[in-house]
């Protein structure tokens, strides 16, 4: 499904409503909130706005748990990082109990960080896959979403819900939830704005002979939902 938003504004707040409605709908069936957050631009916005009224004052603050998509491989404080930025925008501005936020941490080596993730994952969800209520994506112009870049080893995994991805043009490692894991989400949104995304997204709606070279194309929910929440500028090219 998708959704065309006016502007990048607009996007922000449907992105930020749709977050409080979730949130609420989870707390009532399970008594908790589940969301893996996206780093990047696009979503920073959604994040200020979660972390000011009227949406702070609507969202159970108390029962929700917050995880990455990915992460860099780069200090706490590094201005890359995702948690970092999270937390400026909107973790700094709520009452979340300090143990419900669980930040990819890369302190060691990725691949004993990757491990590491997965079996926070594992204990957490201690009755199978890691089933996230929400999972929030961007869209990269090369059509990456979380850390799942073109021509990695990490667009093939199946057993494994975390890897660690070298990024060449970075010059780092990363980390990030595989295909596998992102697709046992219960709802799984992208939020993509601006004309400079429009291009990529066409394709992401076009047939490909190579799914793993538009590796956002790899993204379909199991047993959930999938939403593509855009705005105008970058539906430019879609024919719906």
């Not at 449907?14 to 989870?26: H, K, R």
């Not at 200090?75 to 930040?103: F, G, W, Y």
């Not at 080893?153 to 060449?168: C, D, F, H, K, N």
Request: glycine share 6%; charged share 20%.
């Amino acid at each position: 499904m998708i959704r065309i938003c006016a502007d990048a504004e607009a996007l922000s707040f449907a992105a930020a409503d749709l977050f409080a409605a979730e949130a609420w709908q989870a707390v009532q069936a399970r008594g908790r909130f589940t969301v893996a957050l996206s780093g990047g631009s696009t979503p920073r916005r959604t994040y200020e706005l979660l972390g000011q009224e009227p949406f702070r004052d609507q969202i159970p603050w108390q029962n929700t748990h917050f995880f990455w998509g990915d992460e860099r491989c780069v200090p706490a404080n590094d201005l890359r990082n995702n948690a970092r930025m999270a937390h400026q925008t909107l973790l700094d501005h709520v009452h979340v109990p300090s143990e419900q936020i669980h930040p990819m941490i890369c302190n060691s080596s990725p691949q004993k960080a990757a491990t590491k993730y997965e079996e926070l994952l594992c204990n957490f969800f201690s009755s199978g896959p890691p089933r996230f209520d929400l999972v929030l994506l961007g869209l990269g112009d090369n059509g990456h979403t979380a850390s799942l870049f073109p021509g990695t080893s990490a667009l093939g995994e199946q057993q494994r819900w975390v890897a660690e991805v070298y990024v060449a043009e970075e010059g780092l490692y990363r980390l990030t939830l595989t295909a596998a894991a992102i697709n046992q989400a219960a709802l799984v949104v992208f939020l993509v704005s601006g004309l400079g995304k429009s291009s990529i997204l066409r394709k992401v709606f076009e047939d490909t002979d190579d799914p793993k070279s538009i590796p956002a194309t790899l993204i379909k929910p199991v047993n959930g939902n999938l939403l593509w929440l855009v705005d105008r500028d970058a539906a430019r090219f879609i024919r719906l």
